[in-house]
């Protein structure tokens, strides 16, 4: 089964849905009118329908009975009753890709038919930007020729890598929920900066673009980034004080707590 000519369907359009929607749409892997979508919002899904020409329904059955695979995008917490909801219309034909946090694919396989192929995967919001990190995992069900699909369509909103289910809750907790962590850090350094006198917007762009670039030089030059700080931090010079007193306030405890914290949950909502 390829992506090219197949039906897709999304069930719940909110923020990643949407997302996913338009970044699908925008990299060509689905045509508009072999998209079928599905919520509780009936203008919403108007609203979406004239923009980008897809499917809507608020009947999650239209969207599993025309798609041959299916995104479950709904919260967690109403995943069970939205899968029960539909389990009479699964069938071996259909596959299930669920981002749905900390819910693991036995969970979506006892809910539906025992032979349902499910992935699961981790995307974050940079979905929104094309840049999203995502991780994708496979059910006991699903082939290679499954994951593919999920790989292509993940990959059109970003990098994907595929990981054993186990590690799903580490990948939550470092880039599934890892925008967060940096979106303070973003308006922090802004702070700072409005603080030594810059204008509001040149500080956010300032903090921004160095994100960004910092990001991009770990990824490209593949280097360690303890190097890559070294060939910041002149001696006696700017960076090293600043860099002093972002260990003084325990600035990695706090990220790897951070990243600890979100695993933690995701393993409960799992439960
Ligand atoms: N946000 C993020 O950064 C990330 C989220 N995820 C996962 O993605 C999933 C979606 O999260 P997110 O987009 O943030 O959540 P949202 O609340 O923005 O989107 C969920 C959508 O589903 C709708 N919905 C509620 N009930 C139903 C139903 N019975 N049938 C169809 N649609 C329904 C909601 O409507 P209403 O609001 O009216 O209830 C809402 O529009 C979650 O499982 C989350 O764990 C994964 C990675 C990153
Ligand atoms: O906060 C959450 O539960 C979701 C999953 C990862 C990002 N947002």
Redesign the pocket.
């Known amino acids: 089964m390829h992506l090219e000519n197949k039906k897709v369907g999304i069930?719940?359009?909110?923020?990643?849905?949407q997302s996913l929607l338009r970044g699908i749409i925008r990299a060509g892997k689905a045509k508009p009118a072999n998209i079928y979508a599905?919520?509780?919002?009936e203008p919403a899904l108007q609203a979406l329908k004239s923009e980008l020409g897809i499917n809507v329904s608020t009947n999650?059955f239209d969207t599993v009975d025309n798609s041959d695979l299916i995104i479950l995008?709904?919260?967690?917490q109403?995943l069970r009753n939205?899968l029960r909801g539909f389990a009479d219309h699964i069938n071996e034909h259909k596959l299930i890709i669920s981002?749905?946090?900390g819910v693991p694919a036995s969970t979506i396989e006892e809910e539906l038919h025992e032979d349902t192929r499910v992935i699961r995967v981790?995307?974050?919001?940079a979905a929104t930007v094309g840049e999203a990190a995502s991780a994708v995992s496979t059910g006991k069900n699903a082939s290679a020729e499954d994951a593919e699909i999920a790989m292509e369509i993940f990959s059109s909103v970003g990098s994907a890598a595929l990981v054993p289910e186990h590690l799903m809750d580490a990948v939550t907790g470092v880039s599934?929920s890892g925008p967060a962590y940096i979106f303070p850090v973003i308006e922090a350094m802004a702070d700072g900066g409005v603080l030594e006198g810059l204008d509001r917007e040149s500080a956010q762009k300032l903090a921004a673009q160095t994100v960004l670039g910092a990001a991009k030089m770990v990824l490209e030059t593949k280097k360690h980034p303890a190097e890559l700080k070294d060939m910041v931090t002149s001696p006696a010079g700017t960076t090293i004080h600043g860099v002093h007193a972002l260990e003084k306030n325990g600035v990695r405890a706090a990220f790897t707590d951070a990243v600890m914290a979100s695993a933690k949950r995701s393993r409960e909502m799992g439960k």
Do not use: C, Q
Not at 11 to 17: A, V
């Open positions: 069930i719940g359009t909110g923020k990643m849905g599905s919520d509780v919002y999650n995008a709904v919260k967690p109403i939205v981002i749905a946090a981790m995307p974050n919001i599934g």
